[in-house]
Each structure stands twice: as C-alpha cells, then as structure tokens.
C-alpha cells in the first residue's frame, strides 16, 4: 500500500475516522516490543533482588508478564516511566517513521510531515483502570490547534478488539469544535456529545486506527486476561501549530525543507539538546 485510496481518504475525511487493516507487516513491531520487553525484565529483576517481588516472571509472554508483576507488587512507578509514555528510543523512532505509515499522512496532508510532539505508549490491564472517557484529542492541545489537520494513529502492539479494550469512536463527531467538557478532556459533558452511535473499532497488530483531532472517541475496558499494549502517535504539517510550542516534533518528511528532516534516533534527541 502507498498511501490512502481515494475511497479510503474520503471516508477519512466524511467519517472522522477510518480503520487500516494490514498496514504493514506485524513483525515490524517486534523491535518495539523487544524494547519494552527489556525494560519490563530488568526492573523485574531489580525488584526480584531487592526482595519486592517474588520472581520475576521471565515465562510470562509480553501480553501477560507486566500484569502479572503488578499483581505481585504494591507498586513499580520505576517500571511503568520506563515503559509508558513518550519513549525515545531506536525502535520507537522506527516505528514513528515507518514508511507505511508516513505515505498514509502524506496522502492526507502532503509531503511535509512533522512528527508530533504528542505521542504515548500505553499499557491497559485487565482490571478495568486505564479506562477514558469520551474525549477528542485536539481537548488535550487547546483551540491554537483548531485549524491544524493532524493525522492521528492508534496502533496496538497486540490484536485489539472489544474484550481487551479497543477503542469506539463517533462518526462525525469531527465536525464540531472543541467540545465542553468537565474536570478534563476525558470527560465531555453529556449535554454536548455528539448524538450519533459509537462505533467499536477493533485493529490487529499490524493495522492501525486513524482519527482526526476532533473526532470523539473512548477506551473501553479490558476484559481479558492479557494486556493491551499500543501507541498514540499523530503527525501534523511542518510549521502549523503543534499546541505544544515547547516541546520539538521532529520533520519525518520534507521536500521543501529536505534539510530538517530527521534521519536518526540522535537527529532527534539532538532537538532536545541531549542524547
């Protein structure tokens, strides 16, 4: 695939939303999961020697093994900052840069793509917490963003569907602005939700969900015995607005400004003045 169909990028932009099965290959996220497997194993072992956890689970596949730590633990913050949240890493910038990926923004908002700031790994367990609320992503950034067309992604690391947790998303709900909401953009008042049904999205590894930054969507809880894994990441045009103007993206892309473009994981710590 190179890009969207037509068919594809007029559902995406009628729609708010549109579901990519088989992307790209499953395997290419196995150096991301590798990462994080590694991560997981060595803050087990620390646990596991300073007598905080009884063992370290090693047999446990990826799906299962971080759960069965927290169920063996009254806490591990250590753990969870190595393996949540907005990693920079070799694999992650791999994956931010997938070239399959890159060819579906660049379908939607051209050749000059900036990686947004904005972007986490997560870890849903199956006790019913990491669950949000209807939200839209653009509540996160503020209404400087209004007029920014992001490519918004989510990509789960193992198959997703409605019993581990996908997401559901309203379809439409991208026509409206920025949309009232309570104690946090999780929470969008009852009264101001869009009146269409949810639809339940469930993607496989290998395929990802893509929305836009004002389409209503949720996190559903999981129910299953193993953890869903997966990644928020979204792209935006070179020099528009990011809602975060103190924290770099990086250029994946550029043929006007082919001289910014990150080629390299320390292309892009270098942006942070470390690395």
Request: hydrophobic share 35%.
């Given at each position: 695939?190179?890009g969207?169909?037509?068919e ?21 996220l ?13 803050w087990a ?13 090693s ?10 730590i ?6 591990f ?9 907005k990693?920079?890493?070799a694999a ?6 997938m070239?399959?990926?890159l060819?579906?923004v660049e ?15 997560r ?5 019913g917490?990491s ?8 509540g ?17 690391l193992?198959?997703?569907?409605r ?5 559901e998303?309203?379809?439409g ?9 309570d104690?946090s ?9 869009p ?17 836009q ?20 990441i979204?792209y935006?045009p070179v020099?528009?607005p990011?809602?975060?103007?103190d ?5 994946a892309?550029s043929?006007?400004q082919?001289?910014?473009?990150c ?13």
């Open positions: 695939m190179s969207l169909t037509a594809q990028l007029e559902t995406y932009v009628n729609a708010g939303y549109l579901v990519i099965d088989d992307l790209f290959d499953p395997n290419a196995n150096p991301l999961i590798e990462e994080i497997d590694k991560d997981v194993d060595y072992k620390v646990y596991h020697e300073e007598r905080r956890l009884p063992e370290t689970f047999d446990e596949p990826f799906e299962r093994r971080l759960r069965s927290q169920m063996a633990m009254d806490g913050p250590e753990l969870l900052g190595a393996v949540l949240g990693r920079k890493t992650m910038f791999g994956v931010l840069t070239p399959e990926i060819d579906v379908s939607v908002i051209g050749p000059d793509i900036l990686v947004h700031p904005q972007f986490n790994s870890a849903k367990m199956p006790d917490s669950v949000v609320g209807w939200h839209q992503d653009m996160f950034l503020g209404e400087e963003v209004a007029d920014t067309f992001m490519v918004n992604f989510w990509l789960p193992v198959d997703s569907d019993n581990n947790g996908c997401l998303v309203i379809p709900s991208h026509r409206s602005g920025l949309l009232p909401f104690e953009p999780e929470n969008i008042r009852a009264e101001a939700m009146g269409d049904s949810p639809v339940c999205c469930p993607v496989s590894k290998g395929g990802v969900l893509m929305i930054h004002r389409t209503v969507h949720r996190s559903t809880p999981n129910y299953s015995d193993g953890i869903r894994w997966s990644l928020d979204r935006s020099g528009e990011t809602g975060r103007p924290v770099p993206g990086f250029v892309r043929t006007s082919p001289e910014l473009v080629h390299s994981l320390e292309d892009w710590l270098a942006l942070f003045n470390y690395g």
